[in-house]
Nanobody, 130 residues
Framework: QVQLVESGGGLVQPGGSLRLSCQAS????????IGWFRQAPGKEREGVAC????????YYADSVKGRFAVSRTISNNVAYLQMNNLTPEDTGVYYC???????????????????????WGQGTQVTVSS
């Protein structure tokens, strides 16, 4: 079982940036991808990005492509979501989650919702407002 802890949320003005971190622990992390999801008030949770822990594969939802960047460091098992040019529509609770799959296809399945993660972090609030 993989355990995940997010950090880095907060309040930012439109056009600003934030970086979220997801500390992963557990056995066999190299067999997982880490997906990033968000849930806005009154809306369903949506996948926004994914990174493969073993090969660094990256996948983005169209809504964040070009503004968000996902990465990971193998040495300390941390995944990051760098969010730039934020808008009020990016407001929500952001979660990282681990899914037992690999590669670009695995990441695509996780972000699009066809493959569900097995572990979730507790979430971190991101608020974009002036």
């Amino acid at each position: 079982q993989v355990q995940l802890v997010e950090s880095g949320g907060g309040l930012v003005q439109p056009g600003g940036s934030l970086r979220l971190s997801c500390q992963a622990s557990g056995f066999g992390l190299e067999y997982y991808v880490i997906g990033w999801f968000r849930q806005a008030p009154g809306k369903e949770r949506e996948g926004v990005a994914c990174v493969g822990t073993a090969d660094g594969t990256k996948y983005y939802a169209d809504s964040v492509k070009g503004r968000f960047a996902v990465s990971r460091t193998i040495s300390n098992n941390v995944a990051y979501l760098q969010m730039n040019n934020l808008t009020p529509e990016d407001t929500g609770v952001y979660y990282c989650a681990a899914a037992l799959t690999q590669g670009w296809a695995g990441c695509e399945a996780v972000v699009t919702g066809t493959r569900g993660p097995t572990s979730w972090g507790q979430g971190t609030q991101v608020t974009v407002s002036s």
